[in-house]
């Protein structure tokens, strides 16, 4: 069968461009090993915000522990698991569906070039003008003695019971929000981390503060430890030893140690399309080394945050090019949410960027401890805002229960250069989050 666009991978990578490359009258086609949709939607972001639900209202009860509310709800995860399958469950097919009646072919298999205009999958070749690789990354396995008694981020969304106790290697976003789901829900939580922080890549202050936070609600923290062996026990657990000499009896092990490009068994060394470690290597239009064939979303070796919005607005941008549009790809600020509890939350430069950098000043202001009646209590609420010498918004950090939301408020504010007058110059809902944070902002501004 000969396409315009096959695009192999059926994620947020694929689906969008797919979809407007369509309803433009080229001939489609997706390739799916997989499940329908990829990561986010079967094994990623939506189960994982599903079965956070109730841990975020357990910590929002926690404010009011001793000042009108004094008891907690106990999380019955079998009950919560089955929901989410109620809900998550039906989502690839529903999406496969919808890219269906668009007109979209959807091939299920496994996707492997032979030359630059010819897939095949199982028995079959499909050919294509141009292709797009849109293959994501799968879990990292640490490789260490025992690394097939871990488990992963899949499984983890999967459990039909909450184990007792759970060991996380790592604390990156994975681990982190995870265990604030697992220590909700009844589980005895810790977390060996090879570095010296939680959170990477998130302002110190706030990590530090949530994994304070995380402490005192009963979770073991053990920095600088490389795990080094899992080793089943006689009585079930498992034994997760590090290379410093600490060991950690568990019922269930959770390796959390990132996620790797899949370029393998993709034929790609055959057409010479070029990779490095973190994933296939793209010029300023998405293009790789072959100029019919681009790549889109987490599979990308690339320095911006591999997240469900980036792969989505890659997917757009490769539509857009192959519809002839030659402009060259210019990413706006890309906030980020770790899901922890208290949340945090980045957009634009670091305040560990602007420390380096004498033209930022970063302005921190903890509006939760004065601003309690209005933020639900969450004394936690507090945001760094990083400035430039002409008096703009260049970067904010974020942690409290509303930070998902007021990062957003502050994309335009960077996107589009608001003024101090773009921002008074307007009405916001009262007493809310975004209510207090945008009018504060406004002072420091142009
Ligand atoms: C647990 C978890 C939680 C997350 N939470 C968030 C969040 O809260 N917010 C956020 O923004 N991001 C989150 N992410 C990241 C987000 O899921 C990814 O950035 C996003 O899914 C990337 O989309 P993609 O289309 O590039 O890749 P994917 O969605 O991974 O899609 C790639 C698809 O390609 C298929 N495939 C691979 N190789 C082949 C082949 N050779 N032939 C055919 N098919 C193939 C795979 O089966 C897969 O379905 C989370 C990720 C995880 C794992
Ligand atoms: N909310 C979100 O947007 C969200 C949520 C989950 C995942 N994601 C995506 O998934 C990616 C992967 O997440 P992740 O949490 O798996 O990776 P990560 O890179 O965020 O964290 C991995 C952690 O494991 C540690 N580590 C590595 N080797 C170790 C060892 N031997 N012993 C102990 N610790 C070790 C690292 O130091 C790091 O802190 C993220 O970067 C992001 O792109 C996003």
Known sequence: MMYDVIFIGSGHAAWHGAQALVRAGKKVALIEENKVAGT????????????????????????????????????????????????????????????????IDIIAGHAKFIDENTLKVGSETYTAEQFVIATGQRPAKLPITGAELTHDSTDFLDLPDMPKSMAFIGAGYIAMEFASIAQAAGSDVTLIEYGDRALNGFDADYAQAVVGDMTKKGITFAFNHAVSEVSKLENGQYLVATAQGDAYQVDYVMDTTGRVANIEDLGLDEIHVAYDRQGVLVDDHLQTTVPNIYASGDVISKPIARLTPTATFESHYIARVLLGDQTPIAYPVVPTVAFTLPRVAQVGVTTAEADKQSDLTTIAIPYGQIMRFQTLNDVHAAIKIVINQHKQLVGAALMGDFAPEVINALVPVINKQYTSEDIKSQIFAFPTHTGIVLPLIANYLV
Not at 72 to 82: G, R
């Open 40 to 103: 986010c939607t079967n094994f990623g972001c939506n189960a994982k915000i599903l079965l956070d639900g109730p841990a975020e209202m357990i910590h929002h009860l926690h404010h009011y522990h001793g000042i009108g509310i004094n008891e907690t709800p106990d999380i019955v995860w079998p009950e919560l698991m089955a929901y989410k399958h109620e809900v998550i469950d039906p989502l690839s097919d529903g999406l496969a569906h919808m890219l269906s009646v668009d007109g």
